[in-house]
C-alpha cells in the first residue's frame, strides 16, 4: 500500500491530470478515427434513409438502451474505485471494480445475446450496407469493452496482490480513462444505430 | 470536500441515467418529440453529446485539467456534433 505522503502526491498529480498524457493522445486518435466511421455512416444513412430505417426498425431499442444504463453504471463504480485508490483503501477500490466489472460483463451478454438474436434471423454484416455497419461499428466497440474488462479484471489481480502502488496506481488511471472512452463510445453509437427517426 | 465531490458524481450519474432513459422514451415514440425529423435529430444527438460533456467532464476529471484538455474536449465535442448534424440533415 502507499504511504501518506506518497498518497497525497499521487493525488495532487491527478489533479492535475487524471491519467498519463500518452493515454490522452491514445483516446483522441480512437475518438477522432471513430469521428470518422460516424460521418460515413450518417452520409450513408441519409443517401439510403429507406434502406436504413427498414434494417433500423430490426433492433431491440431497449437491448441498446439498457446496455447504455449498464455501461454508465459501470463507469460511475470505476469512478468510485479511483476515488478509492487514491485514498489507497484497496477493498473499497477492488469492490467499485468488481462492480464496475459486472455491468460491463452484463453489457458483453446483452451484446452477445443480441448478436444471436440477429445471426438466427438471418441477419449478418453481408445483409445490407446498415447492417455492415451495425456489425463494424458494434464489433468495434465490442474489442473495446473486452479490453477494457480485462484491464479491470487485471487492476482487481494486480491491487490485491501488490497493494496499491505509485506505479501501478498511474496505470490504473489510465486504464480507468480508457474505460471511460468505452463508455463515451458507445453513448454516440447508441443514438445512431438504435433512436435516430 | 471529498465526500462532496463523491457527491457530485453521484448527481451526475443520476443525470446520465435520466438522460439515457429519456433518450430511449424519444427514440422508441419519435412522435412524441416533432413531427420534423430535423429536429428529433438535434435533440437525440444533443442529449447523447451533452452526456458524453458530463462524462468526460466529471467521470474523466478533464474540468480538474490542464486547460488544453478541456478545449481539445470541447472541439472534438463541437466538431463531432455539428459534422453529424450536417450529414444527417439531408435524411429529412
Not at chain 2, 486547460?67 to 429529412?92: E, M, Q
Amino acid at each position: 500500500m502507499l504511504a501518506n505522503s506518497s498518497i497525497d502526491n499521487a493525488a495532487s498529480q491527478a489533479k492535475t491530470m487524471f491519467g498519463e498524457e500518452l493515454i490522452w493522445l491514445f483516446i483522441f486518435g480512437d475518438l477522432c478515427t471513430f469521428t470518422l466511421f460516424f460521418f460515413i455512416f450518417g452520409h450513408a444513412r441519409t443517401n439510403n434513409s429507406v434502406l436504413y430505417h427498414a434494417s433500423q426498425a430490426k433492433l431491440n431499442v431497449h437491448f441498446g438502451s439498457i446496455n447504455t444504463l449498464l455501461l454508465l453504471s459501470s463507469s460511475w463504480f470505476v469512478v468510485r474505485a479511483a476515488s478509492a485508490a487514491r485514498k489507497g483503501l484497496i477493498q473499497k477500490c477492488t469492490r467499485a471494480l468488481a462492480g464496475a466489472f459486472i455491468l460491463g460483463a452484463g453489457f458483453a451478454v446483452f451484446k452477445i445475446i443480441e448478436y444471436i438474436d440477429k445471426a438466427n434471423a438471418g441477419i449478418s454484416f453481408s445483409t445490407n450496407d446498415f447492417f455492415l455497419f451495425y456489425y463494424l461499428l458494434t464489433g468495434l466497440h465490442f474489442i473495446h469493452l473486452l479490453t477494457g474488462l480485462s484491464l479491470i479484471a487485471y487492476f482487481i489481480y494486480n491491487f490485491r496482490a501488490n497493494g496499491i502502488t505509485r506505479q501501478n496506481h498511474a496505470t490504473f488511471e489510465s486504464g480507468a480513462i480508457f474505460w471511460h472512452m468505452v463508455d463515451l463510445l458507445w453513448i454516440v453509437i447508441f443514438p445512431l444505430l438504435y433512436l435516430l427517426p | 470536500m471529498i465526500s462532496i465531490l463523491k457527491h457530485k458524481v453521484t448527481i451526475v450519474w443520476l443525470a446520465l441515467m435520466f438522460l439515457t432513459c429519456l433518450s430511449w422514451a424519444l427514440g422508441a415514440n419519435h412522435s412524441i418529440v416533432s413531427d420534423t425529423i430535423r429536429v428529433e435529430v438535434f435533440i437525440l444527438l444533443g442529449l447523447a453529446f451533452f452526456k458524453i460533456r458530463l462524462v468526460m467532464f466529471y467521470f474523466m476529471e478533464v474540468k480538474k485539467g490542464p486547460r488544453v484538455l478541456k478545449l481539445s474536449c470541447d472541439a472534438w465535442i463541437i466538431f463531432t456534433f455539428v459534422g453529424l448534424i450536417y450529414v444527417l440533415n439531408g435524411a429529412s
